[in-house]
C-alpha cells in the first residue's frame, strides 16, 4: 500500500461545478496537511495548508481534514477553467521534513 | 506565501555538458532544500533532500555523482547535472523549507532541461 493514495484522475467537470479532490493516507504520525495547484510546465503552487484535523476555508477553496479516517479532501466551489490543473496533496509529521506527496489529480473545468 | 525562484527557466545543452541550476529562497531562510524529477504527464519525484552546510541526501537509484547539490548558504542551493544526455531531459523543480515556514513547502517555477 502506498503511504498517500490519489484519483489521477482525469476528472471532467462543467464550469460552475462542485470539484471534491480526495487523498487517503497510511501513516498516522501525519499532522500538517497541504494542497498544491500545478500548471502544465509550472513548479506546485500552494493553495492550503492546515493543521491536525478540521475544515479550513480560503474564497472558494475548503480543505478538510479527518485524522480518524486518514482522509483529506479540497473542494473547489463554482469551478472556472482556469482550475483546470494538476492537484496535489501532500502531508508531513512534524518536524518540517519528510514531506509525502500524491501522485496528483488532473483536472479539467470545461467551459 | 513564500517565494522561491530557479534560474535558468529553460536551458538545451550538448550531450557531455554539464548544466547547473540555482535554486533561490527569496525572502525567508530554507534550511532544507528538496530537488524534484518530473516527466511529462507524470507526478514529482524526489531526488534528493539538503539541509544547509550539510551533504545531500540522495533517494534511492539517484546517481549522487551525476545530480551535484550544492547548498552552501540559507537562500541558496545547486543541482549541477554532469555530463548530462539525452535521459536527463527533464523538468526540474526545487522546493524549499525553513525558519518561520518550518511545516510548509515552496516551490520553485522549475527549469526544463533539453540534452540534444
Known amino acids: 500500500q502506498k503511504e498517500v493514495e490519489q484519483d489521477p484522475g482525469p476528472l471532467s467537470v462543467p464550469e460552475g461545478a462542485i470539484v471534491s479532490l480526495n487523498c487517503t493516507y497510511s501513516?498516522?504520525?501525519?499532522?500538517?496537511f497541504m494542497w498544491y495547484r500545478q500548471y502544465s510546465r509550472k513548479g506546485p503552487e500552494l493553495l492550503m495548508y492546515?493543521?491536525?484535523?478540521g475544515n479550513k476555508e480560503d474564497g472558494r477553496f475548503t480543505a478538510q481534514v479527518d485524522k480518524s479516517s486518514k482522509y483529506i479532501s479540497l473542494f473547489i466551489r463554482d469551478s472556472q477553467p482556469s482550475d483546470s490543473a494538476t492537484y496535489l496533496c501532500?502531508?508531513?509529521?512534524?518536524?518540517?521534513?519528510?514531506?509525502?506527496f500524491g501522485p496528483g489529480t488532473r483536472l479539467s473545468v470545461l467551459p | 506565501g513564500a517565494v522561491v525562484s530557479q534560474h535558468p527557466s529553460w536551458v538545451i545543452c550538448k550531450s557531455g555538458t554539464s548544466v547547473k541550476i540555482e535554486c533561490r529562497s527569496l525572502?525567508?531562510?530554507?534550511?532544507?532544500m528538496f530537488w524534484y524529477r518530473q516527466f511529462p504527464k507524470q507526478s514529482l519525484m524526489l531526488m534528493a533532500t539538503s539541509n544547509e552546510g550539510s551533504k545531500a541526501t540522495y533517494e534511492q537509484g539517484v546517481e549522487k555523482d551525476k545530480f551535484l547539490i550544492n547548498h552552501a548558504s540559507l537562500t541558496l542551493s545547486t543541482l549541477t547535472v554532469t555530463s548530462a544526455h539525452p535521459e536527463d531531459s527533464s523538468f526540474y523543480i526545487c522546493?524549499?523549507?525553513?525558519?518561520?515556514?518550518?511545516?510548509?513547502?515552496?516551490f520553485g517555477p522549475g527549469t526544463r532541461l533539453t540534452v540534444l
Open positions: 492546515t493543521y491536525s484535523s
Open positions: 525572502d525567508f531562510q530554507a534550511t532544507t
Open positions: 501532500a502531508m508531513s509529521a512534524a518536524g518540517g521534513q519528510n514531506f509525502v
Open positions: 522546493s524549499a523549507t525553513g525558519l518561520a515556514v518550518y511545516n510548509e513547502q515552496f
Open positions: 501513516n498516522s504520525a501525519f499532522q500538517y
